[in-house]
């Protein structure tokens, strides 16, 4: 199950800042995107994992299928069982991303530099694909 989100609520130019409500289900870890959008090749320009296989956050930004990915690796107390706020943020100009988790800092890499895609890139954005739990945007 997922939402199809419209386009034009795709964060544009290089920097984005994205933030939601996630309570993970009992089934985590298992291969999930919070969200997602593709080009006309399939390719991600847009991509939350949480969880994937493991207990591993993969946020992915770019253009084309190229991107700027950050990953971290938690534990069942980050991803279920309660109510967690997160917010990820990637700035153009200085190519840092963060990932907080409820208000701190839970992750920060730098040099990513690579442009995010242009709306007329993006065939479809979705929302909850395959999410095991409940998510409030």
């Known amino acids: 199950d997922y939402i199809e989100v419209p386009v034009t609520a795709y964060p544009l130019g290089n920097s984005a800042n994205i933030s939601f409500w996630a309570l993970g289900g009992t089934n985590l870890p298992k291969g999930t995107f919070v969200f997602e959008a593709r080009n006309n ?3 991600y320009l847009l991509n939350l994992h949480l969880t994937w296989t493991s ?10 299928g190229v ?5 971290k690796d938690g534990s069942s107390t980050d991803f279920k ?3 967690v706020f997160w917010n990820l943020s990637k700035d ?10 409820n208000g701190q ?12 895609a242009d709306i007329s890139e993006i065939v479809y954005f979705r929302l909850g694909v395959g999410y095991h739990g409940i998510l409030e945007v």
């Open 81 to 83: 069982g309660s109510w």
């Open 105 to 116: 800092l839970w992750e920060s890499q730098g040099n990513k530099n690579i442009p995010s």
């Open 92 to 101: 153009g100009n200085s190519g840092i991303m963060n990932v907080h988790k």
């Open 41 to 43: 090749s399939d390719l």
């Open 55 to 64: 207990y591993t956050l993969i946020w992915d930004i770019g253009s084309n």
């Open 67 to 71: 991107y700027n990915r950050i990953s």
